[in-house]
C-alpha cells in the first residue's frame, strides 16, 4: 500500500452525487427496498476510468496490477453498508482486487479503523522484511489492516517473493560492476522500479533502502 492522491471528480458525480445520495437516503429512511438501478450507479464506467488513473491500475491495498489478476472492484473504503450517505462520495471510492475486496468486506471500527491509503501514509506504517510486510511498531492500524486483509496470503506473498527473485540479478549487477557508467544505468533501472505505477513498489522502495541503494 503506498499513499495515494484523489484526482478532479468525474463529471458524472458532479452532476449525480448530491442526488444520487438524497435518493438512496429516501429508500432506506422510508425503510424500502434500493432498486438495483440506484445501489450501482457508483460502477458508472467515467468514475471506474478515474480510480483506475487514480491507483496506477493497482489495488489501493495490496499494490497488485488489476489487469494482471482480474477487473477490480470499485471499493468502500467505509463500507456502503453502515455508512450509506458515503456511497457515492469520490473520497470514498477507491479500487481494490477482489480478494482485497472481499477480506475487508464489511468491516468498520472508528476506533480500530483500516489504513486509509488516501490519508494514512501507509509508507509510515507498513514496514517490509523482504516479502513480509509487517506493522511499525505502535501503528494497530497497520497491524488490523494486515489482518484483515490477510497482505501476507500465501498467493501475495509468493508474488511479491518471485517479484523480489526477479530483481535480485539487477542489484547484484548493480552491486560488482565497476563500470560508473553501467552502475548508473543499472541504478536508473533500480529506482525507476520504486515508482508508484509499479507493482509492489513500497516492498521495492524499502527492500532497496536497506542495502543502502538509493538515487
Known amino acids: 500500500m503506498i499513499t495515494l492522491t484523489k484526482r478532479k471528480k468525474p463529471n458524472v458525480l458532479v452532476k449525480n452525487e448530491t442526488n444520487w445520495t438524497n435518493e438512496l437516503m429516501d429508500y432506506l429512511n422510508a425503510s424500502k427496498k434500493v432498486p438495483e438501478s440506484l445501489k450501482g450507479k457508483y460502477r458508472h464506467t ?4 478515474e480510480l483506475l488513473k487514480e491507483t496506477n491500475n493497482k489495488c489501493a491495498y495490496c ?15 467505509l463500507p456502503k453498508s453502515i455508512v450509506p450517505d458515503k456511497t457515492f462520495l469520490w473520497e470514498n471510492l477507491t479500487i481494490g482486487c477482489t480478494i482485497c475486496n472481499q477480506n475487508k468486506t464489511n468491516y468498520y ?13 501507509p509508507e509510515e506504517k507498513l514496514l517490509f ?11 494497530q492500524s497497520a497491524s488490523i489492516t494486515i489482518k484483515k486483509l490477510d497482505l501476507n496470503r500465501p498467493a501475495l506473498f509468493e508474488k511479491r517473493h518471485d517479484f523480489l527473485n526477479k530483481i535480485e540479478p539487477l542489484i547484484r549487477q548493480y552491486e560488482l560492476t565497476n563500470d560508473a557508467t ?9 529506482i525507476a522500479s520504486t515508482k508508484p505505477e509499479h ?8 527492500f532497496l533502502a536497506q542495502l543502502a541503494i538509493t538515487a
Do not use: C, W
Not at 467515467?46 to 476510468?49: A, F
Open 109 to 121: 471500527n472508528p476506533n480500530f479503523p483500516l489504513l486509509n491509503p488516501y490519508t494514512d501514509k
Open 129 to 139: 522484511a523482504g516479502p513480509m510486510v509487517v506493522a511499525a511498531v505502535g501503528s
Open 199 to 206: 507493482e509492489y513498489s513500497l516492498m521495492l522502495k524499502q
Open 46 to 49: 467515467e468514475i471506474k476510468t
Open 63 to 77: 499494490e497488485s496490477k488489476i489487469s494482471h489478476i482480474d477487473y477490480g472492484d470499485i471499493e468502500h473504503i
Open 182 to 190: 553501467l552502475r548508473q544505468l543499472l541504478l536508473d533501472d533500480l
